[in-house]
């Protein structure tokens, strides 16, 4: 077990190293010299020159990729050049609704999806299983920000149920907050429920055709009986696993839904400090979720390892 350990923290290492580098690479060559977009056009080039030397922007590429590079080991994160506040500041402030926000979607996803999943399999090529794939396919189908315009429309707009946008914050209230979460974290749970519910419904299925399971049904044990018995739990191993995965795209993928309901989340703010030409933040956060992302992935690995005894370390 220590082996497979040592391997996967080695991935997760590289894997995040190579994020470091494509991030830092992609902010170097987007046009436009971010001093000049701070100050603005009409700024004198005294001003910018200084504001460029303050930043760093002069230094060679490698050394400035390196001197990021040791921040970020050191955990000494930047300065937003926008808010003139550390970067750190701004991520903990926005984690505060982007996390909720991202449980409260899979959450929803996952009760959603391991129903129709289940009810799918247990009536598989019947009318049953033929409507929750038709739906299914539909919500795969259906873009998440689209999505939450129509919801907005319905809810907001015209049934005057919630609110169509903002956060009133955790202080005015658990209930208030939750609610404003609410119609966001359903758009974002549609398509992530509909893959999950899909992929349920395969696993389910796939363990049902296993020697076990006949023989419990040869023992007289009801259908029911052996879906609850045996099947679930071992069908749920690899649904758990994309589960993992699932919060992990999510977290990243909050970014557009955040914007459509004006939410001050973390995806939010990278948006506003990547049309601001804000380097400090948007490199900072990007990093920040693709290393959540990583980390996600690495506890995915060692859990799916320590769930389902039939594995050995190697074969993961």
């Known amino acids: 077990m220590s082996v497979f350990l040592a391997k996967r923290f080695l991935t997760f290492i590289v894997t995040l190293l190579g994020a470091t580098v494509l991030t830092f690479l992609a902010l170097e060559i987007l046009p436009g010299d971010p001093a000049a977009v701070i100050l603005g056009i009409d ?60 449980l409260m979607a899979m959450v929803l996803s996952a009760v959603v999806a391991f129903g129709l999943g289940v009810y799918a399999a247990s009536r598989h090529n019947k009318p049953g299983d033929v409507t929750v794939m038709s739906i299914s396919q539909l919500g795969i189908s259906v873009p998440n920000f689209w999505l939450a315009l129509l919801l907005i429309l319905l809810f907001a707009v015209n049934l005057r149920w919630f609110a169509s946008g903002g956060f009133p914050g955790w202080q005015n209230g658990v209930w208030p907050a939750f609610r404003a979460l609410l119609l966001p974290a359903i758009a974002l749970a549609t398509v992530q429920g509909a893959i999950l519910a899909r992929f349920t419904r395969s696993a389910v299925l796939d363990t049902m055709r296993e020697d076990y399971v006949r023989t419990a049904r040869a023992k007289g044990l009801s259908r029911r009986a052996t879906l609850w018995r045996h099947v679930l739990r071992n069908a749920m191993i690899p649904v758990i696993t994309i589960m993992g995965l699932q919060f992990a795209n999510l977290l990243a993928g909050t970014i557009i839904v955040e914007e459509v309901f004006a939410l001050p989340g973390l995806g939010r703010l990278v948006l506003q400090a990547i049309s601001n030409r804000d380097v400090a933040v948007v490199r900072d956060v990007v990093l920040m979720l693709a290393a959540l992302v990583v980390f996600i992935n690495f506890i995915v690995d060692i859990l799916y390892a320590v769930i389902d005894p039939r594995l050995k370390p190697h074969d993961v």
Request: hydrophobic share 50%; no cysteine; aromatic share 10%.
């Open 43 to 102: 700024a004198p080039e005294s001003a910018i020159q200084a504001l460029r030397d303050k930043l760093g922007l002069d230094r060679p590429i490698l050394e400035r990729y390196f001197a990021w590079l040791g921040d970020i080991v050191t955990l000494r994160f930047g300065v937003s050049f926008t808010y003139s506040t550390p970067v750190i500041e701004l991520v903990r402030a926005r984690l505060a609704i982007t996390i909720p926000l991202a």
